[in-house]
Each structure stands twice: as structure tokens, then as C-alpha cells.
């Protein structure tokens, strides 16, 4: 191997020790704002009851476009606000839903676009949670064979993601696939929980649960 001489390594790692001084401030803002996001949707879903929602979730959006703005390309804020317009469609509900979802749906895309690995694959997970709750053409983009694919990406990507089993139960309980359904719940109940994000554990798997339980009862 060709020796280096010591200036130039020297010279090296000054300039990497820059370039993370310069990338790690940013980087750490990004995460903090997206984890701001994400607690705040966490409270807003799962102790309000969905018409007291609207509100809370027309202030998230704002302070959602300000996270992706101050951080353009960034994944994970892109996902989130995805999720925060999804949710905020399903709490509003009426004409203007259906945009909410489409808006949704173009911010898991651009994610995708970007890393498709982000949150252990929750952009596939809630786009295809997407294709299969809203209608199909022609009033919609809603596609069953789309959202399945869809969702067994974000499976494979996160095969210990909450998220990931909730969502692709759900499905198959739309689709009368009791079994495949049972499946997947006692798998993703059977994920520890990691002690992050307990109003987020606690209402996934208690709707998990009775999901379950009905899921049971039609085999």
C-alpha cells in the first residue's frame, strides 16, 4: 500500500471533522423537528376523539410544510406530514378529503423517491394503507392489488414495525382474509415494545387486539 504522507491526512481529517460540524447541527434539527411531529400526532390521535381532531391536525400541517421547508428532502418529514394530511382526511372527512389524501400520497412518494428505507419503510406502509381505504377510479385512486404490494414492501423493509402489521391486517380483514389476518396481528403483537412512544404502543396494540378478536370469530 502507497504511504499517505501525514500533511495530507492531516489535512483530511480537518476537513471531515468540518463537514460534520457543518451536517451534524442540521441533521440533528431535522430529527428533532420530525420527532416534534410525531409526539403531537401521537396525542392528537390517540387521547382526542376524531371530531375534536380537525384543529389540532390543521396546526400540524402547518407546522409539518414549515418542518419539510426548513429541511427540503428530508424523508422522514416528508412521511410525517404524509401521515398528519392522511389522518386529517379521515377526521374531516366530506369533498375536500379525498385531496388530502391525494397530497398525502405524492409526500410517501416523494419520500420514496428519496430513501425508501426511511422509518423502517412507513412511506410504503401508509401509501398503501392509503390505496386501499380510498375509492377506486373513477372517483379515486384507490387500487386493492396496488395497496397489497404496497404494504408487503413496507413489511419486508420493516418486518418489526407496528405500523407495518397494523396496517397490512387491516387490509386483509377488508379483504375477508381472516386467517392471513390472525397471522399478522399475533405477529406484530408479539413485537416488544421498545419504551418509545407509549400512546402510540398502547393504541396500536389495543385496537390490535380487538382487530383480533374479530378476526377470530369469522374463522
Excluded at 84 to 97: F, N
Excluded at 128 to 144: A, I, K, M, T
Aim: hydrophobic content about 45%.
Amino acid at each position: 500500500m502507497k504511504n499517505i504522507p501525514m500533511k495530507k491526512i492531516s489535512v483530511f481529517f480537518s476537513a471531515l471533522t468540518l463537514a460534520f460540524a457543518v451536517v451534524s447541527p442540521a441533521w440533528a434539527d431535522a430529527a428533532a423537528d420530525v420527532t416534534a411531529l410525531q409526539n403531537e400526532w401521537d396525542r392528537v390521535n390517540f387521547t382526542l376523539k376524531k371530531e375534536e381532531q380537525v384543529k389540532p391536525l390543521e396546526a400540524l400541517i402547518t407546522q409539518a410544510k414549515a418542518v419539510n421547508a426548513a429541511h427540503p428532502g428530508n424523508a422522514p418529514a416528508l412521511i410525517w406530514e404524509g401521515i398528519i394530511h392522511a389522518t386529517y382526511a379521515g377526521a374531516k372527512g366530506g369533498l375536500g378529503a379525498l385531496g388530502e389524501c391525494k397530497t398525502a400520497k405524492s409526500l410517501f412518494e416523494q419520500s420514496i423517491a428519496i430513501d425508501p428505507k426511511a422509518l423502517d419503510g412507513a412511506a410504503y406502509t401508509s401509501a398503501g394503507s392509503l390505496y386501499y381505504q380510498v375509492p377506486g377510479w373513477p372517483v379515486g385512486f384507490g387500487n386493492d392489488k396496488t395497496a397489497e404490494e404496497m404494504l408487503k414492501k413496507g413489511l419486508a423493509i420493516g418486518p418489526q414495525d407496528l405500523d407495518a402489521h397494523y396496517f397490512y391486517a387491516d387490509f386483509l380483514i377488508t379483504q375477508k382474509r381472516w386467517k392471513e389476518a390472525v397471522d399478522m396481528l399475533q405477529k406484530g403483537l408479539a413485537i416488544p415494545d421498545n419504551g418509545q412512544r407509549p400512546l402510540f404502543q398502547q393504541g396500536r396494540r389495543s385496537k390490535m387486539s380487538v382487530m383480533l378478536k374479530t378476526a377470530q370469530e369469522e374463522l
